[in-house]
């Protein structure tokens, strides 16, 4: 149980272009998804933290019109990079709470974004 | 503010050999969570351990062994044995008990077991 899922999980686009990460709870209902950027050879990062039904929370520095979150249901968190730039190439992780787990963290395989 | 400190970047040790990776942690809350994890060059997490800083016992899960001490701060994790398999980049992170908090990772410590 509590597997997380994301999709894609490798993409590359080109500058200026956007692309949306989907984050999905498969078997576990989410009231609250976490997103996270890892540069290489770096520490997770975090960015927002998605509740379902409201707005996202950013953490200082992440430009909130740049990366938007929705997080439309129980089950499934989308990220958006918008007018991507080669400096937003990473590797995108979420995780998942399950309230059922003492609100523990399940993590997606995470997302690497390529922007040539 | 919360911080997790891995002072170790890079660890290089031969298979068999015993290693431990440290963590050293910083927190205002009283209770708190700790935990280790696993990123091989997959990607993926892998979760290792969560400790509640309520229970100072050490764990032994096989090859892996923690050392957790409240009165100094650390939350240190041992392989016994190394194999190939266990090269990756261990993160150590805390959380506070609240609902849905935050985790605060380490820098990561990135472990290499050569034959």
């Known amino acids: 149980g509590a597997v997380v899922s994301q999709h894609p999980s490798w993409v590359i686009c080109k500058s200026g272009t956007s692309v949306k990460i989907e984050c999905r709870s498969l078997d576990f209902q989410a009231t609250t998804m976490f997103w996270y950027r890892q540069f290489p050879k770096q520490s997770l990062m975090l960015m927002a933290t998605?509740?379902?039904?409201?707005?996202?929370?950013?953490e200082q520095g992440v430009e909130k019109d740049k990366f938007l979150i929705n997080h439309a249901s129980l089950t499934l968190s989308t990220l958006t990079v918008t007018s991507a730039h080669p400096e937003d190439s990473s590797f995108y992780i979420c995780?998942?709470?399950?309230?059922?787990?003492?609100?523990?963290?399940?993590f997606g395989p995470g997302t690497r974004l390529t922007v040539t | 503010a919360q911080k997790v400190t891995q002072a170790q970047t890079e660890i290089s040790v031969v298979e068999k050999e015993d290693v431990t990776l440290d963590c050293v942690y910083e927190?205002?809350?009283?209770?708190?969570?700790l935990f280790w994890y696993k990123q091989p060059p997959s990607g993926e997490l892998v979760f290792l351990i969560r400790r509640n800083s309520f229970d100072e016992q050490n764990e032994i899960s096989g090859r892996y062994s923690w050392n957790f001490q409240k009165s100094t701060s650390s939350f240190n994790f041992t392989i016994t044995a190394s194999q190939v398999v266990d090269s990756a980049v261990y993160f150590c992170a805390l959380r506070n008990t609240g609902t849905a908090s935050k985790l605060t990772f380490g820098t990561g410590t990135r472990l290499q077991v050569t034959l």
């Open positions: 995780s998942a709470v399950w309230r059922g787990s003492s609100y523990e963290q399940y």
């Open positions: 927190t205002r809350d009283t209770t708190y969570y």
């Open positions: 998605s509740n379902e039904g409201s707005k996202a929370t950013y």
